[in-house]
């Protein structure tokens, strides 16, 4: 089983999409607030992934020490596809707890200002691997629900910058996931529940926040974003979310996504981040697919 996995081209291939994406090298990149409402971590020392959280979402992430942003934010929207789009730290009405006293642990309800829809994320670290997880409901009016459309953004500051950063879409045993990386750091996302449709772009011109609030639907896909400010999105799978209309995400350089932490190229301590996918809570099918078996273009220099 093992050989025909690793010969087995198709489980891994990139999606050139509508091309590379256009504005380059986009806006000049700024960091997030400096105002937080907490910082977050896993208890075990294994787990070498630091967080902060503020207005709502996810601000930077750290890996592998607490000194080293890795990202600049990560948040979601929501739209209906013809009359608003909303970003979850700008138009959304926040609360703000931990999951248990003892516990750094994260849960925000954030609630349309309406009083129409509300998206409750739970926020943690993997305890053992350098992941960070979230869980995220839609609940809302019933004929509202199905009308709306969920996408993650998040925005790559590898080692420290948002200048010269690359991602790539990807699809891996028939999901889609994003990529991106900058010298020898990289990093992943990807959803429990899947993606419907990706893109990467370029802060400003091209990427996926742009887009949505032109008109209000996600227009652009394109495969990739090279050497820039860039931030990717991925629009969830809602009719694959499980039964209780949660989906769950991770990122790692990982209910409703999953992101796989950057991680250090030529590290003795890493293996490439699609070889863990396993540890980001993704489905077992994909688990035991990319365990050994990760063949990808020599063009993927965070490999």
Known sequence: MGNRIMNDQHLYRWLNQQGEAFGAPGLEPRWTSSV???????????????????????????????????????????????????????????????????????????????????????????????????????????????????????????????????ARALDVAGHKMLLAWKDEWSLAMGASCGFSRVSCGFVGASDGWRDLMDMYTMDWEFGSASNGNIAVIGELELCAAGADGAANSRWRSGSAKAIIPPYKKRSAHCRCPLSNIEHASLSSGIAWRTLSGLRLSPAMAAS
């Open 36 to 166: 937080k409402d907490a910082v977050g971590t896993a208890y075990s020392a294994s787990s070498r992934l630091w967080f902060t959280c503020s207005h709502g979402i996810v601000n930077e992430v750290y890996h592998p020490t607490i000194d080293s942003a890795q990202i600049r934010d990560m948040e979601f929207l929501v739209t209906d596809g013809e009359t608003f789009v909303h970003e979850e730290k700008r138009d959304l009405v926040s609360t703000f707890e931990y999951i248990h006293p003892e516990a750094l642990g994260i849960r925000y309800v954030n609630r349309d200002s309406g009083g129409r829809y509300t998206l409750t994320k739970e926020i943690i670290s993997d305890p053992h691997h350098s992941v960070l997880l979230t869980r995220v409901r839609l609940e809302g009016h019933e004929e509202l629900i199905p009308r709306l459309k969920v996408y993650v953004l998040l925005a790559p500051h590898l080692g420290g910058g948002g200048e010269g950063n690359t």
